[in-house]
């Protein structure tokens, strides 16, 4: 902010603290010894409603295109910095979610619903990249968000950047989720 006399980033800050959240949720319930169904119903479903915020900022590197400085070098390393976090956490809590699910699914479920999550990841940061919608305007404007879903799904053809942007970025946070794996496994994490 010092260096470039701005504070336009700051909302990365946020974004963080957002991504933050359903980490906090995910370890949480891994953290519970026995939680209860309604415990693990209602921190599901809040985790989900708020996993699209911690990957989402990787999408924060459009704002590059405003920056008219000459140290847009920095720009780009702050942004990059808070991305990597955003899918830091963002791996860790579907590994917390997944290892959760393990307890009390059958394997095949399991990556069933780990693919299932990734998809509908990418697809709620198209839902807040693009048609600008919060994780918590379900609650707000429950019926827009749904109406706006649901000419997505049935009007496919009117839709295809959602499809496509969907389809890139659940292909990207695959092959990160395989990569996350991998390292974790090494090092016994998981």
Same mark, same amino acid.
């Given at each position: 902010?010092?260096?470039?006399?701005?504070?336009?980033?700051?909302?990365?800050?946020?974004? +963080?603290?957002?991504?933050?959240?359903? &980490? $906090?949720?995910?370890?949480?319930? +891994?953290?519970?010894?026995?939680?209860?169904?309604?415990?693990?119903?209602?921190?599901?479903? #809040?985790?989900?409603?708020?996993?699209?915020? $911690?990957?989402?900022?990787?999408?924060?590197?459009?704002?590059?295109?405003?920056?008219?400085?000459? %140290?847009?070098?920095?720009?780009? %390393?702050?942004?990059?910095?808070?991305?990597?976090?955003?899918?830091?956490?963002?791996?860790?809590?579907?590994?917390?979610? *997944?290892?959760?699910?393990?307890?009390?699914? *059958?394997?095949?479920?399991?990556?069933?619903?780990?693919?299932?999550?990734?998809?509908?990841?990418?697809?709620?940061? &198209?839902?807040?990249?693009?048609?600008? &919608?919060?994780?918590?305007?379900?609650?707000?404007?429950?019926?827009? #968000?749904?109406?706006?879903?649901?000419?997505?799904?049935?009007?496919?053809?009117?839709?295809?950047? $959602?499809?496509?942007?969907?389809?890139?970025?659940?292909?990207? %946070?695959?092959?990160?989720? *395989?990569?996350?794996?991998?390292? +974790?496994?090494?090092?016994? *994490? &998981?």
């Amino acid at each position: 902010m010092k260096l470039n006399q701005s504070f336009f980033l700051l909302f990365m800050v946020w974004n +963080l603290f957002l991504a933050i959240i359903p &980490y $906090a949720i995910s370890s949480y319930l +891994l953290s519970k010894k026995q939680p209860s169904k309604l415990t693990v119903l209602t921190g599901l479903t #809040l985790w989900l409603l708020f996993l699209p915020n $911690a990957p989402y900022m990787i999408t924060d590197l459009l704002h590059l295109k405003h920056n008219a400085t000459s %140290l847009i070098w920095l720009d780009i %390393l702050v942004i990059t910095s808070f991305a990597l976090n955003g899918l830091a956490l963002f791996f860790l809590s579907i590994f917390d979610v *997944k290892k959760l699910l393990s307890s009390i699914l *059958k394997p095949v479920w399991v990556q069933i619903l780990s693919i299932t999550i990734l998809i509908a990841t990418a697809f709620g940061i &198209y839902l807040g990249r693009f048609l600008r &919608y919060n994780s918590w305007e379900i609650l707000h404007k429950p019926e827009e #968000l749904l109406l706006d879903i649901g000419n997505i799904l049935l009007f496919p053809k009117q839709h295809t950047t $959602a499809w496509l942007f969907t389809f890139c970025l659940s292909t990207f %946070l695959w092959f990160g989720y *395989k990569f996350a794996g991998h390292f +974790l496994i090494i090092n016994r *994490k &998981y």
